[in-house]
């Protein structure tokens, strides 16, 4: 199956590590863990990739380390109180239960 | 064979660092060994800003993508108020070392860098405070909001603002405040549709409402209302729905960006505002809800820092978004 994106896990430093000239250039979003996603056979990604320090991750490593961050999220979520203000709908501090982030190919 | 300087009767400059430059001109970067061109973006783009040291979401913010203000708001854990307050210059963020007065979150912001004003929130209950900011310390004004209202957004600056919707007592207010620079007074009419978590810009006789939660269970609205100093009215609706998002510009011009479409979510979708309609641009690297906003910015120049990245933690991430027509750096490569 051909793939669309590739993936990379990166800590954004803040200015310069996305230009406007990355932006323009190619989709980049980001995922938690420091996973970042863009397109798959793109040379302005890859150089993206590199200029970052980017480590390639391929998309199950990708979504491995995705799920390790929503399930340590969701685990932190249910030790939480039930009359905690983060589990009362309405409430600023309200989030509901992490759900799951399935990456695309 | 031709050269750069037959041409233009000047060599390219060598420099180590990208400088502050006019469309169309051209540099070599000695430290990233690439020739680099000033052209202006078709489209705008939104690039990485330097890492707010506070994570935080749903604060205030005011000023411009150069000169930005960051105050209160709820910590990492998501249950701490906050009182900090950071400034942004382009680069990098700064911590103040005086924050606001009263701790809070889900506050409105508006003004500049050196003459901003915060106004109401949750402490967790209903605020009313209203501050003022002189650049280095804040100062609570002896009088607040006539109605004390957490969720809220507004518009203006220091000395001429508007605050609407929030959530008083009856929830998803309509409720609009006019300040003067030191009081707020009631405004006899107020939003077509009440709203709390939604977005303002403009200025106190043309401003925005935007968006917002407009319901139980976290329905939200794609419309927006238009001010002209005594009432609002029904302008075009954006093309997604959502409240926790935030916005900057004027009237004709305006921005907004991320938000949750949702009870509690996170998008990145971004927006343009022509005064009637609303059209898609690029999305923020990072979808985020209750983002932060240098209110005062411009379409053009608009700046996004903090939030929350459900379901990933609070971010400490900005973004500085350069509109289309405005020159950006680029990489001049041969293939």
Same mark, same amino acid.
Not at chain 2, 231 to 236: L, Y
């Given at each position: 199956?051909?793939?669309?994106?590739?993936?990379?896990?990166?800590?954004?430093?803040?200015?310069?590590?996305?230009?406007?000239?990355?932006?323009?250039?190619?989709?980049?979003?980001?995922?938690?863990?420091? &996973?970042?996603?863009?397109?798959?056979?793109?040379?302005?990604?890859?150089?993206?990739?590199?200029? +970052?320090?980017?480590?390639?991750?391929?998309?199950?490593?990708?979504?491995?380390? &995705?799920?390790?961050? +929503?399930?340590?999220?969701?685990?932190?979520?249910?030790?939480?109180?039930?009359?905690?203000?983060?589990?009362?709908?309405?409430?600023?501090?309200?989030?509901?239960?992490?759900?799951?982030?399935?990456?695309?190919? | 064979?031709?050269?750069?300087?037959?041409?233009?009767?000047?060599?390219?400059?060598?420099?180590?660092?990208?400088?502050?430059?006019?469309?169309?001109?051209?540099?070599?970067?000695?430290?990233?060994?690439?020739?680099? $061109?000033?052209?202006?973006?078709?489209?705008?783009?939104?690039?990485?800003?330097?890492?707010?040291?506070?994570?935080?979401?749903?604060?205030?913010?005011?000023?411009?993508?150069?000169?930005?203000?960051?105050?209160?708001?709820?910590?990492?854990?998501?249950?701490?108020? $906050?009182?900090?307050?950071?400034?942004?210059?382009?680069?990098?963020?700064?911590?103040?070392?005086?924050?606001?007065?009263?701790?809070?979150?889900? $506050?409105?912001?508006?003004?500049?860098?050196?003459?901003?004003?915060?106004?109401?929130?949750?402490?967790?209950?209903?605020?009313?405070?209203?501050?003022?900011?002189?650049?280095?310390?804040?100062?609570?004004?002896?009088?607040?909001?006539?109605?004390?209202?957490?969720?809220?957004?507004?518009?203006?600056?220091?000395?001429?603002? &508007?605050?609407?919707?929030?959530?008083?007592?009856?929830?998803?207010?309509?409720?609009?405040?006019?300040?003067?620079?030191?009081?707020?007074?009631?405004?006899?009419?107020?939003?077509?549709?009440?709203?709390?978590?939604?977005?303002?810009?403009?200025?106190?006789?043309?401003?925005?409402?935007?968006?917002?939660?407009?319901?139980?269970?976290?329905?939200?609205?794609?419309?927006?209302?238009?001010?002209?100093?005594?009432?609002?009215?029904?302008?075009?609706?954006?093309?997604?729905?959502?409240?926790?998002?935030?916005?900057?510009?004027?009237?004709?011009?305006?921005?907004?960006?991320?938000?949750?479409?949702?009870?509690?979510?996170?998008?990145?979708?971004?927006?343009?505002?022509?005064?009637?309609?609303?059209?898609?641009?690029?999305?923020?690297?990072?979808?985020?809800?209750?983002?932060?906003?240098?209110?005062?910015?411009?379409?053009?120049?608009?700046?996004?820092?903090?939030?929350?990245?459900?379901?990933?933690?609070?971010?400490?991430?900005?973004?500085?978004?350069?509109?289309?027509?405005?020159?950006?750096?680029?990489?001049?490569?041969?293939?």
């Amino acid at each position: 199956m051909a793939q669309n994106y590739q993936y990379c896990v990166a800590e954004c430093w803040g200015k310069g590590f996305i230009t406007h000239d990355d932006s323009s250039s190619f989709q980049i979003s980001g995922f938690p863990g420091n &996973v970042w996603q863009v397109p798959a056979n793109n040379r302005k990604a890859n150089i993206w990739i590199n200029g +970052i320090a980017g480590v390639r991750k391929t998309h199950p490593e990708a979504q491995a380390i &995705v799920d390790g961050i +929503i399930q340590a999220a969701q685990a932190e979520w249910d030790a939480i109180p039930a009359d905690d203000p983060r589990k009362i709908q309405g409430n600023p501090s309200y989030r509901p239960r992490p759900e799951v982030i399935v990456l695309p190919q | 064979m031709s050269t750069y300087k037959g041409i233009y009767g000047y060599a390219v400059k060598n420099v180590a660092s990208d400088p502050s430059a006019d469309e169309g001109q051209v540099w070599y970067n000695n430290a990233t060994y690439a020739f680099k $061109l000033a052209a202006a973006t078709t489209v705008g783009t939104w690039a990485a800003g330097g890492n707010i040291p506070t994570t935080h979401y749903y604060g205030g913010g005011a000023g411009t993508q150069t000169a930005g203000l960051s105050f209160g708001g709820l910590g990492p854990n998501f249950t701490t108020l $906050l009182t900090t307050t950071d400034l942004y210059n382009g680069t990098s963020w700064t911590t103040n070392p005086t924050g606001l007065n009263t701790a809070r979150a889900t $506050l409105g912001g508006v003004g500049t860098q050196t003459a901003a004003l915060a106004f109401g929130g949750e402490t967790p209950a209903n605020s009313a405070a209203t501050e003022k900011w002189n650049g280095t310390s804040w100062t609570s004004n002896p009088t607040g909001l006539n109605t004390a209202r957490k969720n809220i957004s507004g518009f203006g600056n220091q000395t001429a603002a &508007v605050a609407f919707g929030g959530n008083a007592p009856g929830n998803y207010a309509t409720t609009t405040e006019n300040w003067n620079g030191s009081s707020w007074t009631s405004n006899p009419t107020g939003l077509n549709t009440g709203r709390m978590y939604a977005t303002g810009f403009g200025i106190q006789t043309a401003g925005i409402a935007a968006g917002g939660q407009i319901g139980p269970a976290g329905a939200v609205t794609a419309t927006s209302e238009y001010f002209n100093g005594t009432s609002f009215t029904s302008t075009g609706s954006m093309n997604d729905a959502r409240s926790g998002l935030a916005g900057a510009g004027t009237q004709t011009a305006g921005i907004i960006f991320g938000g949750s479409p949702g009870p509690v979510s996170a998008v990145a979708v971004s927006e343009l505002f022509n005064g009637t309609s609303w059209s898609n641009i690029p999305s923020l690297s990072t979808a985020r809800n209750g983002i932060g906003s240098a209110t005062g910015a411009s379409q053009t120049l608009a700046l996004a820092f903090g939030g929350d990245a459900y379901p990933a933690p609070a971010s400490v991430a900005t973004e500085e978004w350069t509109g289309p027509g405005v020159a950006v750096t680029k990489t001049i490569t041969t293939s």
